[in-house]
């Protein structure tokens, strides 16, 4: 158990509709990142938060967009969604997150969102 | 941004050194060389990190040569359950997951 949480574990929905992927950091974590990783695909950097504000950005979509909250949990939310869009989205929280070197990412349990 | 490459897939035996290479050869100096596992359906777990030399724990060994510009990442006698997918990464902003090394352990 890597401490980090992810919810919901699953999630199915419908194309054109909009869902919040939610995560929770380690205890003291102020980084929070998601990824995208499609069936057998690796794993996409979409973005990252650092203590409630944006850090650095990836291969995030328009139609995608997400927050860190002042309790540093983060949500992610999907909208307009795809067929392309269905895959595991997992949360990663680290202490810094600061571009140190030295990072290192703790991933949550992920969740998969199949769009019909 | 720093590029990782490394081998797509490899395959071994119960009870075996697995040695799997990662080249990086525009590492930044302040990066540090980072070691991820992932199982099917699950999220990538950290296995090792280092700067440089040697860095061993209970579950492998990394070696980098002094230009750093590549690191080995060493798994002891490997068992089925190794069998998954091995990131090497690099630190710093916009953390750039390559393909990974697929490592098929076979009975």
């Known amino acids: 158990d890597s401490g980090v949480t992810q919810t919901p574990k699953h999630l199915i929905t419908a194309t054109g509709q909009r869902v919040t992927l939610r995560c929770s950091p380690r205890s003291g974590d102020l980084s929070v990142y998601w990824y995208q990783q499609s069936l057998d695909q690796g794993l996409q950097f979409l973005i990252q938060?650092?203590?409630?504000?944006?850090?650095a950005k990836g291969n995030i979509l328009e139609r995608f967009s997400a927050q860190q909250f002042p309790d540093l949990h983060s949500e992610l939310n999907l909208s307009s969604l795809e067929l392309g869009d269905s895959a595991l989205y997992f949360c990663?929280?680290?202490?810094?997150?600061?571009?140190?070197?030295?990072?290192?990412?703790?991933f949550g349990p992920g969740t998969r969102l199949l769009v019909l | 941004l720093a590029k990782t490459t490394q081998p797509i897939s490899m395959d071994s035996y119960e009870g075996q050194e697995v040695n799997i290479t990662c080249s990086h050869n525009n590492i930044a100096t302040n990066d540090y060389i980072t070691w991820y596992q992932q199982f099917p359906s699950q999220g990538p777990r950290f296995i090792i990190q280092g700067y440089k030399t040697k860095v061993t724990n209970e579950v492998a060994s990394l070696f980098i040569p002094a230009d750093r510009k590549s690191s080995t990442l060493s798994l002891p006698r490997v068992s089925l359950s190794d069998t998954a997918v091995y990131y090497c990464l690099l630190g710093g902003f916009k953390t750039i997951f390559g393909a990974g090394t697929r490592l098929f352990v076979k009975a």
């Open positions: 990663a929280s680290s202490v810094v997150g600061g571009g140190q070197g030295q990072e290192t990412q703790y």
């Open positions: 938060y650092y203590n409630g504000e944006e850090r």
